[in-house]
């Protein structure tokens, strides 16, 4: 699969349509690929919650716009870095170690990302969000 602008374009578009303001696209060969690669479309206002994947880094490649994630204290409460992304700023690409509470918050609309995790998709367990 190429990814070209028109893929992100359409993917932004599906994001700004969103109640969520984000929209992913799998990039998995099919449902039998055991890796998580998707491009995710997150627009300003999105809301993710402060989380952690405790069994895999997660690698996050800004592929357009501007993004921040946000890194938190192990009881996930208060931050302690903020680091931004933008395919031309000083840091474009991402790796988040396992267990590390983080989100992330889009500065600028059609931002757009590379997400890579490893393993099979296991959904977030309420232990692994902060409420």
């Not at 190429?2 to 929209?23: F, G, H, Q, V």
Request: hydrophobic share 35%; with cysteine; net charge negative.
């Amino acid at each position: 699969m190429k990814i070209t602008k028109a893929i992100l374009d359409d993917l932004t578009a599906k994001a700004k349509a969103s109640p969520r303001l984000r929209m992913n696209l799998d990039l998995r060969n099919s449902d039998k690929d055991t890796s998580q690669r998707m491009l995710n479309a997150i627009e300003p206002g999105s809301e993710l919650p402060i989380h952690r994947h405790q069994k895999t880094s997660e690698t996050v490649v800004c592929l357009r716009g501007r993004l921040v994630e946000e890194f938190y204290d192990d009881l996930g409460r208060m931050c302690e870095e903020a680091i931004e992304l933008s395919p031309d700023g000083p840091v474009f690409v991402l790796n988040i170690p396992a267990g590390q509470w983080h989100t992330v918050r889009s500065l600028e609309s059609g931002t757009c990302i590379l997400e890579c995790k490893d393993g099979a998709y296991e959904p977030i367990q309420d232990v692994d969000i902060l409420k």
